[in-house]
């Protein structure tokens, strides 16, 4: 049973870093609207 779930940490640890760096993404959309709401 350990190794099923050593061999899904990785894989969760990976989709973990995708979730963050997604959020950053979504971060930096809403900072780039309101600069552009400020500049317009």
Partial sequence: MSEVIDSFMPRQ???YDV???MSGLEN???NLKRIV???Y
Avoid: L, T, V
């Fill in 13 to 15: 640890q990976y989709f």
């Fill in 19 to 21: 979730c963050k760096k």
């Fill in 37 to 39: 709401k400020e500049i």
């Fill in 28 to 30: 930096i959309a809403k």
